[in-house]
């Protein structure tokens, strides 16, 4: 259809008594144009607004999507790094159910294609483990974790309680059908919750208990290796305590934990998620007055958790190099401006990568037992 005869597509105005309008009338004059420009904007078929309604609903699901699939992504590379972390560096001894539920919305039922009923859902499993081992899908409504009934999602917290030994049935709604399967825990060295928090920023962080990744972050990483490079430094900072007592402030101490890690547009925790989102950034602010020699620190535990859980150390001098060339300016306001210059740090991880694929143990890297590598 030409443009001069889309429905509502009129040039009257233009010709309306314009000449009568004098200086005076200019700025309505200028609006009425602005108005008639706008108008003039609208091409192409009608769009009722019933379609996009229902293509938003498509959209706030197909970005629940997404998210989930990537908090899940940074779980796997979490638990995988936990796992390599050594007896002398734990902290606790933390159930790991390796899902992610959170309690129903009409977005995130849209998101993993099942009916929306009260209770908590399971947005999806971590591959390898231990809900995926007992068979649970994404879909399936929890009811019951061993002698644990689930009805909100803080009810997962109560998890932290359960020290079992041995398979404990596990209760879902599947459809219309309840299914019962038995769920072997898994126990990790520490009780981290993985957050993905909406930010362009480029950034990543840590308080304890918390491991927090920017979608910004995510779109610049590359592989699930790059991936693990940035957890395992948040990890290290966790391992080797250094927000407590250093920030001097009183986080909270109530970690949800890792099964209810998500903000999720339309999920009901995206109140809690703003305030946490503001303790993060608390936590940021704070860090970059942190003494560097904790970055170091960070740095030398993370890669070594990194080679302990079967990565290529080399991806970590690869990462800090694109970050200096690929985000110079982000220096002065994100994640690398918490950390000490990109040049030194970039000098001493090729040196400890160095040290580590040419066989130096671990132990002898923490002796600084290697040349040229000051060590805190
Ligand atoms: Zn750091």
């Given at each position: 259809?030409?443009?001069?005869?889309?429905?509502?597509?009129?040039?009257?105005?233009?010709?309306?008594?314009?000449?009568?309008?004098?200086?005076?009338?200019i700025?309505?004059?200028?609006?009425?144009?602005?108005?008639?420009?706008?108008?003039?904007?609208?091409?192409?078929?009608?769009?009722?607004?019933?379609?996009?309604?229902?293509?938003?609903?498509?959209?706030?699901?197909?970005?629940?999507?997404?998210?989930?699939?990537?908090?899940l992504?940074?779980?796997?590379?979490?638990?995988r790094?936990?796992?390599?972390?050594?007896?002398?560096?734990?902290?606790?001894?933390?159930?790991?159910?390796?899902?992610?539920?959170?309690?129903?919305?009409?977005?995130?039922a849209?998101?993993?294609?099942v009916?929306?009923?009260?209770?908590?859902?399971?947005?999806?499993?971590?591959?390898?483990?231990?809900?995926?081992?007992?068979?649970?899908?994404?879909?399936?409504?929890?009811?019951?974790?061993?002698?644990?009934?689930?009805?909100?999602?803080?009810?997962?917290?109560?998890?932290?309680?359960?020290?079992?030994?041995g398979?404990?049935?596990?209760?879902?709604?599947?459809?219309?059908?309840?299914?019962?399967?038995?769920?072997?825990?898994?126990?990790?060295?520490?009780?981290v919750?993985?957050?993905?928090?909406?930010?362009?920023?480029?950034?990543?962080?840590?308080?304890?208990?918390?491991?927090?990744?920017?979608?910004?972050?995510?779109?610049?990483?590359r592989?699930?290796?790059?991936?693990?490079?940035?957890?395992?430094?948040?990890?290290?900072?966790?391992?080797?305590?250094?927000?407590v007592?250093?920030?001097?402030?009183?986080?909270?101490?109530?970690?949800?934990?890792?099964?209810?890690?998500?903000?999720?547009?339309?999920?009901?925790?995206?109140?809690?998620?703003?305030?946490?989102?503001?303790?993060?950034?608390?936590?940021?602010?704070?860090?970059?007055?942190?003494?560097?020699?904790?970055?170091?620190?960070?740095?030398?535990?993370?890669?070594?958790?990194?080679?302990?859980?079967?990565?290529?150390?080399?991806?970590?001098?690869?990462?800090?190099?694109?970050f200096?060339?690929?985000?110079?300016?982000?220096?002065?306001?994100?994640?690398?401006?918490?950390?000490?210059?990109?040049?030194?740090?970039?000098?001493r991880?090729?040196?400890?990568?160095?040290?580590?694929?040419?066989?130096?143990?671990?132990?002898?890297?923490?002796?600084?037992?290697?040349?040229?590598?000051p060590?805190?």
């Amino acid at each position: 259809m030409p443009l001069d005869r889309v429905p509502g597509h009129s040039n009257a105005l233009l010709h309306h008594g314009g000449g009568r309008w004098g200086r005076s009338c200019i700025p309505g004059l200028l609006a009425l144009a602005v108005l008639w420009l706008s108008a003039c904007a609208t091409t192409g078929p009608h769009v009722p607004s019933s379609e996009v309604e229902a293509l938003e609903k498509v959209l706030r699901a197909k970005s629940a999507r997404y998210l989930i699939a990537q908090n899940l992504r940074i779980q796997a590379v979490g638990a995988r790094l936990l796992r390599a972390v050594p007896d002398a560096d734990s902290g606790e001894r933390a159930p790991y159910l390796g899902l992610l539920a959170d309690e129903a919305t009409d977005t995130l039922a849209d998101a993993v294609g099942v009916a929306k009923r009260d209770g908590v859902l399971v947005l999806g499993v971590v591959p390898g483990g231990p809900a995926e081992r007992a068979g649970i899908q994404a879909g399936d409504y929890l009811e019951k974790i061993g002698p644990q009934v689930i009805t909100i999602s803080q009810d997962l917290v109560a998890r932290a309680e359960l020290d079992v030994t041995g398979p404990m049935p596990v209760r879902v709604r599947r459809g219309e059908a309840l299914v019962e399967t038995p769920l072997e825990l898994e126990y990790l060295p520490w009780n981290v919750e993985f957050k993905v928090a909406e930010d362009d920023a480029v950034n990543a962080s840590s308080a304890p208990g918390t491991i927090t990744i920017t979608t910004g972050m995510l779109r610049f990483l590359r592989s699930d290796a790059e991936l693990a490079v940035v957890v395992s430094h948040e990890l290290a900072h966790i391992t080797r305590r250094h927000d407590v007592g250093k920030l001097g402030l009183a986080l909270p101490t109530v970690v949800v934990g890792i099964a209810a890690a998500l903000i999720v547009p339309g999920s009901q925790r995206l109140v809690s998620t703003v305030v946490e989102k503001v303790i993060a950034n608390v936590v940021r602010g704070a860090l970059t007055k942190v003494d560097w020699d904790m970055e170091r620190e960070a740095d030398v535990f993370g890669l070594l958790y990194l080679h302990a859980a079967g990565y290529d150390p080399g991806v970590a001098s690869d990462l800090w190099e694109r970050f200096a060339v690929e985000l110079p300016a982000a220096r002065s306001f994100s994640f690398i401006s918490d950390h000490p210059p990109s040049s030194e740090r970039l000098i001493r991880l090729n040196k400890l990568v160095e040290a580590l694929r040419s066989g130096v143990s671990p132990d002898a890297i923490l002796a600084g037992n290697i040349d040229d590598v000051p060590l805190p």
